[in-house]
DNA sequence: TAGTGGTCTAGACCACAAA
DNA sequence: TTGTGGTCTAGACCACTAG
């Protein structure tokens, strides 16, 4: 029996070490898995355990599961590491694309939003905005250009400019006590043109993918809203959609 | 042979119920649903059962938990319908756009495919494949042109034009008896050119967003790829992340 | 027929929030 | 302290696949 630790969840355990086993191949595409009884023996854990391992796995696009036959390693399975899941952190996204990520370029600044910011913020006439704007290198080539604005009023302590430097996501936990537990995400098609497009280093016209994005807190309020702009250029975005 | 249908889930049932409840407002945004213990003996199920309906939910962006709290409606819970996760059907996104979906062009023809085709279907060099090219449109306007391409092989029974007009997925089930379990789609920003331009109406070098896919049977086989240009014009196109 | 995954149950215990 | 959601278990039964 391997030997489990009760500090993470069960099923992310015996999740990770059968991701872990997909990776390293000793569970090859194609391959079968062992039976739902046999992974829980072996873990030491219940069936339904094992299930929420298995079933998360499946979303991913890692294995396929036939009712009567087995789960089975897909073909894929290599490849789940640039999901649009990912999407939390630029880091990993250019990571998984087998590149080197680092920060280009940043600037921030206290403002007044415009209407479609204030509206989506659920902001006062007179409340501003911390405005950060960053474009993320992978390999030295600018991928992706961000603009997030937070309403200034949520930032609870003092900050520098090195501060800016992580995740948005981890600054709001730090700075400001609020922890992003969804957002919303609508994807748009555009062409390069003006900052955006010096910024990133392509040529007027050239298309982008916008993600313009709201994110919520646990009370369900906005707290932070972006506009991300991707080069496409040695950047992949994948989804994988399964059956329910 | 007749079709048997199954009874639906119970979790399925429970899940539809409250999203029914959400829909016509007898839930709505903000309000707190009643927990889990109360759901499952409303509904005469297990609490888990009821955990299934609720983590769907969650998934989904209709509701947000908060542990010791309860369990809460979304601001954005009206909202969830043009999810990426849609994108089985063109004509669920289309019609969650408030528009009226219908067929606009449809051509097809049999051919060898060309390499990249070749090579994602893991065809052999004499195989071909049924080529069918669609456009779909929002309240008579194009939104969506759509290249699919199938092996020619596994059509198994005579088709007409007509059978084509369906979505492509149940043309696969019921003319090849193969059943789409997962697909792989690559997002990538183009800009309009040629007679993609032309069948979607919209000038050249305007943006649009392809769908570079690959969907695959229980076998973990290729049984179809596409590509598929969104305009984005009154099309949107949502993904909602929540964090686990 | 044996073995697999799929659904559902009842109940235990824990972590956390709010009164 | 009470009540909420979060995790986990053991076991029943069903649906399906394969030999």
Not at 138 to 144: G, Y
Request: glycine content about 6%; some cysteine.
């Amino acid at each position: 029996m391997a030997a489990v630790e009760r500090a993470e969840l069960l099923s992310k355990q015996v999740e990770g070490a059968l991701k872990q086993r997909i990776r390293d191949g000793s569970l090859a595409p194609g391959e079968q898995l062992p039976p739902e009884n046999q992974l829980a023996a072996f873990y030491g854990v219940s069936r339904s355990t094992v299930r929420a391992a298995l079933a998360h796995l499946q979303r991913e696009g890692s294995v396929v599961r036939r009712q009567g036959s087995g789960t089975y390693v897909t073909r894929g399975a290599l490849y789940v590491d640039c999901h649009l899941e990912q999407l939390w952190n630029f880091d990993d996204v250019i990571r998984a694309g087998g590149h080197e990520p680092s920060i280009g370029w940043l600037d921030y600044e206290e403002t007044l939003p415009d209407r479609y910011t204030r509206e989506n913020l659920l902001l006062g006439p007179e409340e501003t905005v911390l405005v950060i704007r960053k474009v993320f290198l992978a390999d030295e080539q600018p991928v992706i250009h961000c603009v997030d604005y937070i309403p200034r009023q949520l930032i609870s302590k003092p900050f520098t400019r090195d501060d800016l430097v992580p995740q948005v996501f981890s600054f709001l936990e730090e700075f400001a006590g609020e922890r992003v537990i969804y957002y919303v995400a609508e994807l748009i098609p555009v062409v390069a043109e003006g900052d955006t497009a010096q910024r990133l280093k392509c040529s007027s016209g050239a298309p982008l993918l916008l993600f313009d994005e709201v994110a919520y807190n646990i009370e369900d309020k906005p707290i932070l809203c972006c506009l991300v702009h991707h080069r496409q250029k040695s950047l992949r975005l994948r989804i994988v959609q399964s059956r329910t």
